[in-house]
């Protein structure tokens, strides 16, 4: 019998405080290390720019997604998904497993708002079948979040056997809470917190949670536990609060 997965989704703001007055990145990895969690969703990944490397004292000599990585998750995928003149930002899974393959597809709705599907096939140790993760960060307007639900569920229902574990994780920015009843009648898919908890997790802003923008679906897992994390220590760091939850395969 394998032991629980420990997994969590966080929007890192790109590594910077609210309204980018302050690096972070060094205390965002620290904080990361205190959750001890298997896998971990990110979204807004600074994979490099050039003004903010000059402007930052401390900014990382390399990738953010190899960073916060450090010594703890021995693999690691970005999926690079706006680019601009200084640099790239996108979505990213921290792994302690090995990751068999990865995948990042497009998913733009419209030409000014750059977003990405992240999909890793994920060996976990005493499961009788790799885990798939997609990571996602929706557009702001309903209209393209709507076509964008419509290319996840095609790509699950291509891409990832019935019997398979599924984690699906990141920044919807739905704020009318109006997926999970999508995802559970098109692809059987249960949100952690409302399944543990009755209800989303509020995560935005992180210094007064309101809006339920970050969730965590999943399919053939069981939810042991599902933590919003919050406080000082946390909303110094970034605008949304981290999510994390443990499951145990069914």
Same mark, same amino acid.
């Given at each position: 019998?394998?032991?629980?997965?420990?997994?969590?989704?966080?929007?890192?703001?790109?590594?910077?405080?609210?309204?980018?007055?302050?690096?972070?990145?060094?205390?965002?990895?620290?904080?990361?290390?205190?959750?001890?969690?298997?896998?971990?969703?990110?979204?807004?990944?600074?994979?490099?720019?050039?003004?903010?490397?000059?402007?930052?004292?401390?900014?990382?000599?390399?990738?953010?997604?190899?960073?916060?990585?450090?010594?703890?998750?021995?693999?690691?995928?970005?999926?690079?998904?706006?680019?601009?003149?200084?640099? $790239? !930002? *996108?979505?990213?899974?921290? &792994?302690?497993?090995?990751?068999?393959?990865?995948?990042?597809? /497009?998913?733009?709705?419209?030409?000014?708002?750059?977003?990405?599907?992240?999909?890793?096939?994920?060996?976990?140790?005493?499961?009788?079948?790799?885990?798939?993760?997609?990571?996602?960060?929706?557009?702001?307007?309903?209209?393209?979040?709507?076509?964008?639900?419509?290319?996840?569920?095609?790509?699950?229902?291509?891409?990832?056997?019935?019997?398979?574990?599924?984690?699906?994780?990141?920044?919807?920015?739905?704020?009318?809470?109006?997926?999970?009843?999508?995802?559970?009648?098109?692809?059987?898919?249960?949100?952690?917190?409302?399944? $543990? !908890? *009755?209800?989303?997790?509020? &995560?935005?802003?992180?210094?007064?949670?309101?809006?339920?923008? /970050?969730?965590?679906?999943?399919?053939?897992?069981?939810?042991?536990?599902?933590?919003?994390?919050?406080?000082?220590?946390?909303?110094?760091?970034?605008?949304?609060?981290?999510?994390?939850?443990?499951?145990?395969?069914?």
């Amino acid at each position: 019998m394998s032991s629980p997965l420990h997994v969590a989704s966080y929007n890192i703001h790109k590594g910077l405080s609210q309204f980018n007055r302050r690096l972070t990145v060094h205390e965002l990895r620290d904080r990361l290390g205190t959750l001890g969690t298997d896998i971990v969703f990110l979204q807004e990944v600074q994979g490099c720019h050039g003004l903010r490397a000059s402007r930052f004292q401390h900014w990382p000599g390399r990738p953010q997604t190899e960073f916060l990585a450090g010594h703890v998750y021995t693999d690691f995928a970005y999926g690079k998904n706006c680019v601009y003149d200084t640099g $790239h !930002h *996108g979505n990213a899974i921290l &792994s302690r497993h090995k990751i068999l393959s990865w995948e990042n597809e /497009d998913i733009s709705s419209h030409a000014y708002e750059s977003r990405g599907m992240l999909h890793c096939e994920i060996e976990v140790p005493g499961m009788a079948t790799p885990v798939h993760c997609i990571n996602v960060h929706l557009a702001l307007n309903e209209g393209g979040r709507k076509r964008q639900l419509a290319m996840i569920v095609a790509r699950v229902r291509k891409m990832v056997p019935d019997n398979a574990p599924l984690i699906l994780a990141g920044d919807f920015n739905d704020w009318r809470v109006r997926v999970g009843r999508y995802f559970e009648d098109e692809l059987g898919l249960s949100e952690v917190f409302e399944t $543990h !908890h *009755g209800r989303s997790a509020r &995560s935005y802003p992180s210094f007064m949670p309101m809006f339920q923008l /970050d969730r965590i679906y999943v399919r053939r897992f069981n939810i042991e536990a599902a933590h919003v994390h919050t406080g000082n220590a946390w909303h110094r760091i970034s605008d949304h609060a981290a999510l994390s939850a443990k499951l145990s395969p069914t």
